[in-house]
């Protein structure tokens, strides 16, 4: 990061230059003889002016600061350190200074001085550094809500040589940094949860699904089929819609998909949070049992996806990638209904072993969930409470 010279006048240093002028002219005017002394103080003070304006010229020229490290990833909750390098070199030191940041509210400094009313957290801190040298500045925080913080803005203020005020610097651009901040994996309501996973209440390893590299023949197309899974050019020929046939196999895979929209409008359901809690925490422990799993969330984009994607995958890195997927996604954006949404993963997405979905039902989802159902996928439903088989025949009888 660069910084500006601000400018500022100095009210000590111009009452000084006022005093001074005053006595020179009374001493032209009416040819006073000045004191010995106070012609000493005089020239003092001239000096002094002079190497505050030598100071405030060069001190600046070349002093950058760095922020370390470039991305800092937290756990909400988790306490962290931000580490801004303050480098000089110049060869005039820098005593005595004070930096004051400026962050977003994801995150709060432990000496926040930032008013409720902002939505940002602030300090200050002194330093000092000396010629062709560096300091660090340790600033620690709070890891407070899911999502992503910057350093939003620096300013640093050095004091004049001679106590004529202080010098303020400005930055210049933006800080290429940023600080990522997960949903809380232990939060208290994951317990059940945590339970019932590893009693393997949802490990269910020995369904047979198909596998899309062994394909074994062809069939007409049903309703329920996957236009992934048509035929094209055996279609071409027959006439009529035909679907491939494949192997069948145990492999296991978990499709997420998220609900961004609230049952009756287009603002996020008021559990979205604590849901990312959820999310995060069985994301960890399929990890574990080295289940690869899809992320897909009812928010379009304007990528190939059409809709906010994390590729299947499985691992310690592909956990990482889908925590900061959850750190970044944006809760008020566009997004289309749930319904339409599923519609849109069934002609896209091949079939999956496990579906877990969140939010409420209604008529509408319960129709395209049941093309799942057909297929043999098994589904869950995660919500507040945690996570329940969906029970399609209750939901049909209670009229829904």
């Known amino acids: 990061m660069k910084y500006r010279v601000v400018h500022t006048d100095s009210k000590i240093e111009a009452l000084l230059f006022f005093i001074i002028?005053?006595?020179?002219?009374?001493?032209?005017?009416?040819?006073?003889?000045?004191?010995?002394?106070?012609?000493?103080?005089?020239?003092?003070?001239?000096?002094?002016t002079i190497l505050n304006l030598i100071y405030e010229?060069?001190?600046?020229?070349?002093?950058?600061?760095?922020?370390?490290?470039?991305?800092i990833r937290k756990y909400k909750g988790q306490e962290g350190t931000v580490q801004f390098k303050i480098i000089q070199r110049g060869w005039l030191p820098i005593l005595s200074a004070r930096i004051h940041i400026s962050a977003g509210d994801d995150i709060k400094f432990h000496n926040d001085q930032a008013l409720k009313i902002r939505n940002v957290t602030e300090s200050t801190f002194m330093f000092t550094v000396f010629p062709r040298k560096s300091t660090v500045i340790e600033v620690?925080?709070?890891?407070?809500?899911?999502?992503?913080?910057?350093?939003?803005?620096?300013?640093?203020?050095?004091?004049?040589?001679?106590?004529?005020?202080?010098?303020?610097?400005?930055?210049?651009?933006?800080?290429?940094?940023?600080?990522?901040?997960?949903?809380?994996?232990?939060?208290?309501?994951?317990?059940?949860?945590?339970?019932?996973?590893?009693?393997?209440?949802?490990?269910?390893?020995?369904?047979l699904f198909h596998d899309p590299l062994l394909a074994n023949g062809s069939r007409p197309y049903e309703r329920t089929d996957s236009l992934r899974d048509v035929h094209w050019k055996l279609s071409a020929r027959s006439?009529?819609?035909?679907?491939?046939?494949?192997?069948?196999?145990?492999?296991?895979?978990?499709?997420?998909?998220i609900n961004l929209r609230s049952e009756k409008s287009f603002a996020p359901p008021n559990n979205i949070e604590i849901i990312f809690e959820k999310l995060a925490y069985i994301f960890g422990e399929i990890t574990k049992q080295n289940?690869?799993?899809?992320?897909?969330?009812?928010?379009?984009?304007?990528?190939?996806?059409?809709?906010?994607?994390?590729?299947?995958?499985?691992?310690?890195?592909?956990?990482?990638?889908?925590?900061?997927?959850?750190?970044?996604?944006?809760?008020?954006?566009?997004?289309?209904?749930?319904?339409?949404?599923?519609?849109?993963?069934?002609?896209?997405?091949?079939?999956?072993?496990?579906?877990?979905?969140?939010?409420?039902?209604?008529a509408l989802m319960v129709k395209e969930l049941q093309m799942y159902i057909d297929r043999g996928t098994v589904i869950y439903q995660l919500n507040e409470h945690g996570l329940e088989p969906f029970k399609l025949s209750a939901l049909q009888g209670g009229g829904k």
């Open 57 to 71: 010229k060069y001190v600046t020229v070349r002093l950058t600061a760095e922020i370390l490290p470039k991305q």
């Open 291 to 362: 289940i690869p799993f899809k992320l897909m969330a009812n928010m379009r984009t304007f990528d190939q996806h059409h809709f906010f994607t994390i590729p299947e995958s499985s691992g310690t890195l592909h956990y990482r990638t889908t925590l900061e997927a959850l750190a970044r996604i944006k809760t008020v954006t566009y997004t289309i209904s749930f319904d339409r949404f599923l519609k849109f993963v069934q002609q896209t997405e091949k079939t999956p072993t496990h579906i877990i979905f969140t939010g409420e039902v209604d």
């Open 21 to 48: 002028a005053v006595m020179i002219i009374f001493n032209l005017l009416f040819t006073v003889n000045l004191n010995g002394w106070l012609q000493l103080i005089i020239g003092i003070v001239i000096a002094m």
């Open 140 to 207: 620690p925080f709070e890891a407070k809500n899911r999502g992503t913080s910057k350093i939003i803005n620096t300013k640093i203020s050095i004091p004049r040589l001679y106590g004529f005020g202080d010098i303020l610097l400005e930055q210049v651009g933006h800080s290429n940094h940023e600080i990522l901040v997960y949903p809380d994996r232990y939060a208290l309501h994951n317990q059940p949860l945590k339970t019932k996973i590893e009693q393997g209440l949802y490990l269910e390893k020995n369904t």
């Open 239 to 257: 006439g009529e819609l035909m679907t491939k046939e494949y192997e069948r196999t145990t492999r296991m895979s978990w499709l997420f998909l």
